[in-house]
């Protein structure tokens, strides 16, 4: 994939349809560590992704490039009532504005605030992202960055 520019970055509504392009971009390896998640099984991550998308309190967004499925948003209640987002896009769309042009298209569809974002403290790319984005560091700890939106 060439660099095609921020400017072919679109978001739309999620569909199951998508799952099977997530699946293998978190079958990738590296992705795992980069999120700072395990990866699922198929079963597992299919039935994750069930709950998550029947949950209507989780805004989720597919990213495309150029009409090709980069990756996802989403916004979703922590245990602590904190108001979270998260993405994941695949290795060939890593390092190319990609995610920072997702994130500022996706902020305005999000209506809370404060808003925060978890990153593991190796992730650069992803430090760059959300502090592009208007977040600001709040903490370190356990190998994770805490960012807020205001």
Same mark, same amino acid.
Request: a negative charge; charged letters at 25%.
């Given at each position: 994939m060439?660099?095609?520019?921020?400017?072919?970055?679109?978001?739309?509504a999620?569909y199951?349809?998508?799952?099977?392009?997530?699946? /293998?971009?978190q079958?990738?390896?590296g992705a795992?560590?980069?999120?700072?998640?395990?990866?699922?099984g198929?079963?597992?991550?299919?039935?994750?992704?069930? &709950?998550?998308m029947?949950? $209507?309190?989780?805004?989720?967004?597919t990213?495309?490039?150029?009409?090709?499925?980069?990756?996802?948003?989403?916004?979703?209640?922590k245990?602590?009532?904190?108001? /979270?987002?998260?993405y994941?896009?695949?290795?060939?769309?890593?390092?190319?504005?990609?995610a920072?042009?997702a994130?500022?298209?996706?902020?305005?569809l999000?209506p809370y605030?404060p808003?925060?974002?978890?990153?593991? $403290?190796?992730?650069?790319? $992803?430090? &760059?992202?959300?502090?592009?984005?208007?977040?600001?560091?709040? /903490?370190e700890?356990?190998?994770?960055?805490?960012y807020?939106l205001?």
């Open positions: 060439t660099n095609h520019g921020i400017q072919n970055v679109t978001l739309r999620m199951e349809s998508d799952l099977p392009v997530f699946f /293998e971009h079958n990738d390896e795992d560590e980069m999120v700072g998640l395990p990866s699922r198929r079963d597992d991550f299919f039935d994750h992704w069930q &709950k998550v029947a949950n $209507s309190t989780i805004i989720l967004r990213i495309l490039v150029e009409n090709e499925i980069a990756g996802y948003l989403c916004s979703f209640i245990e602590s009532d904190e108001r /979270e987002v998260g994941q896009l695949g290795r060939a769309f890593w390092g190319k504005g990609i920072t042009r994130l500022q298209l996706f902020l305005p999000i605030r808003l925060y974002g978890v990153t593991p $403290s190796h992730n650069i790319g $992803s430090q &760059k992202v959300l502090l592009r984005c208007g977040f600001v560091l709040m /903490e700890k356990e190998g994770l960055l805490k807020k205001l």
